[in-house]
């Protein structure tokens, strides 16, 4: 092991330890992620002016983009725990890429739908194959073949090396489909309609937007706590933390 | 030390399965009926306009032959790991990842190939202008080997697994779009009179790209895959 | 105050969108919580079984 990793990191990953600190994380994450959200939602929905050209419509932005933001960078974690799982063995980054998985996938399935919702009153369509959009519907099987691949085997550890290959050969193909998604539009212009953003966008709607990423964060770090805790007391059920655990809460 | 030549080694592993696929002569047929199948499917669903199947020709013999293939892909390891011998294969002195380009080479040669030669055939039930009929071998030509060499590090992935064929779609699907956005688009802009060498370009770039590193990919994945 | 919720006159792009947000980050909050109950009450499930048979039988493994 690299002797430049501090040693509280390396006692870290031991899965009881792991599973004390996120305990006691995980509600201070959950409340920073109620808080800024609830401030981010009185500032977009109530504070900032109706957009001149898209009235209030516009307002779906303040959680269509956020969610996007975290599914890709989501992906990007999932990739990287992946990555020091795979080199390195450690079972906390093996659980941390296969947790991350359903939460990407859930926001990359509210970006699509939000998306969609902004679209009908916007450009009249539910659906425009845009590059963005395609790319996030893409993005969106990335993260089900993932998460297929891994409950695909009866030894969960073989699963989550599998997917984690999967997941990084994903990640590569992330900006080559978003490229090439790009290059098609070029090609078939006539048929696809582009997507306007807010043109520039006003303090008043800037910082409501700024928060909600912020909250969106907090809240993936909270569930993906919880999943992983989930995860390490099964993956351990056989050791005697986990037993003592479980006798702990049946008596409650 | 490796005492095992090389070349030899390679062409006796491209020879075994080839010799296989000949004696199962039976399944070469098939992915080359199904497209044949699906591809008839188009104008009933459509309708025999020409100007409508001309248009989606291109695209339409393209989504088929992946379709083919993916049908086909699921076979490429799976005898070899039922009777052993690929882990025979991947104890031997021999580096793995050539090993495995071989194989994969013998079955894009039994797949693929029989697939291509009867595309023409398949665009013109769909109309598809003679002129352009080139560009959609050529286009062809460099993306089937593409999805033979992605497909095979998603076939070694599950190796191990109680897999359905529908898990490798969905695998293997979000990763070929580029493949097929370049090829399809090669084709219809050759149908519109446009520049079409780009896309084709950016398919053979890739093409090499895969070549080099897809054996290794598929090497580390059957080793993941197998290693229970 | 009905100004609010008729989001002028797109409320029902804005509203529905607002809620799908909740409604699948509350499920992905909460799925892990399920999963551990579950989980737990087999693991004291199978533990129980495991006395019980070493009670019966104390010179099995």
């Given at each position: 092991m690299a002797n430049w990793i501090p040693l509280w990191v390396h006692k870290l990953s031991s899965p009881p330890n792991f599973y004390r600190f996120a305990g006691t994380l995980r509600p201070w994450a959950l409340g920073l992620a109620l808080l800024t959200g609830a401030i981010a939602l009185y500032g977009g929905l109530v504070l900032a002016p109706a957009d001149?050209?898209?009235?209030?419509?516009?307002?779906?932005i303040f959680i269509h983009v956020p969610c996007a933001w975290m599914s890709l960078f989501i992906y990007g974690l999932m990739a990287v725990a992946s990555f020091i799982s795979l080199v390195w063995r450690i079972k906390l980054a093996e659980v941390v890429a296969m947790e991350s998985a359903p939460i990407g996938a859930a926001f990359t399935f509210v970006t699509l739908v939000t998306g969609s919702l902004w679209g009908k009153p916007m450009w009249?369509?539910?659906?425009t194959w845009d590059a963005r959009l395609t790319s996030e519907l893409v993005l969106l099987f990335l993260y089900l073949g993932v998460i297929g691949l891994y409950h695909s085997f009866e030894d969960r550890r073989q699963g989550a090396r599998a997917a984690a290959f999967l997941a990084i050969i994903g990640i590569i193909n992330v900006p080559i489909v978003h490229f090439s998604v790009n290059w098609w539009n070029t090609l078939h212009q006539g048929s696809t309609i582009r997507i306007l953003g807010p043109s520039k966008i006003s303090t008043a709607m800037l910082w409501p937007l700024l928060t909600m990423m912020a909250a969106t964060k907090f809240y993936y770090v909270a569930s993906l706590f919880g999943r992983v805790r989930t995860d390490l007391l099964s993956l351990e059920s056989g050791k005697d933390w986990v037993k003592q655990i479980a006798q702990r809460e049946g008596q409650a | 030390m490796n005492h095992a030549p090389l070349g030899p080694a390679c062409v006796a592993v491209l020879r075994r399965d080839l010799t296989l696929a000949w004696r199962r002569r039976g399944d070469i047929v098939m992915p080359v009926l199904y497209a044949l199948i699906v591809i008839t499917l188009f104008p009933f669903a459509l309708g025999p306009e020409e100007a409508l199947l001309q248009r989606i020709a291109g695209g339409a013999v393209l989504v088929t032959m992946l379709l083919a293939m993916l049908l086909a892909l699921d076979a490429m390891f799976r005898s070899d790991i039922e009777d052993g011998s690929l882990e025979q294969l991947i104890l031997s002195p021999q580096p793995l990842a050539l090993m495995l380009g071989m194989k994969i080479l013998a079955h894009w040669i039994t797949t693929a190939l029989p697939l291509i030669v009867i595309a023409p055939l398949l665009a013109g039930m769909l109309h598809l202008p003679t002129a352009v009929m080139p560009v959609l071998v050529y286009a062809l030509l460099l993306s089937t080997p593409l999805l033979s060499l992605l497909g095979a590090v998603l076939v070694a992935l599950t190796a191990g697994s109680r897999r359905s064929g529908m898990l490798l779609a969905l695998m293997l699907l979000p990763l070929c779009v580029p493949v097929v956005i370049f090829a399809a688009g090669a084709v219809a802009a050759a149908q519109q009179g446009l520049p079409w060498l780009a896309p084709i370009a950016w398919l053979g770039a890739a093409l090499v790209m895969a070549l080099v590193l897809a054996p290794l990919a598929c090497a580390t994945a059957l080793r993941i895959a197998l290693d229970a | 105050m009905s100004a609010f919720f008729a989001m002028g006159g797109y409320a029902m792009y804005v509203w529905p969108a607002y809620a799908v947000f909740f409604i699948v980050l509350i499920a992905d909050y909460l799925n892990p919580w399920l999963r551990r109950r579950r989980n737990l009450r087999e693991l004291r499930g199978r533990l129980a079984r495991q006395a019980a048979r070493q009670q019966r039988n104390p010179t099995a493994p």
């Open positions: 001149y050209q898209q009235g209030d419509a516009y307002r779906i009249g369509t539910w659906w | - | -």
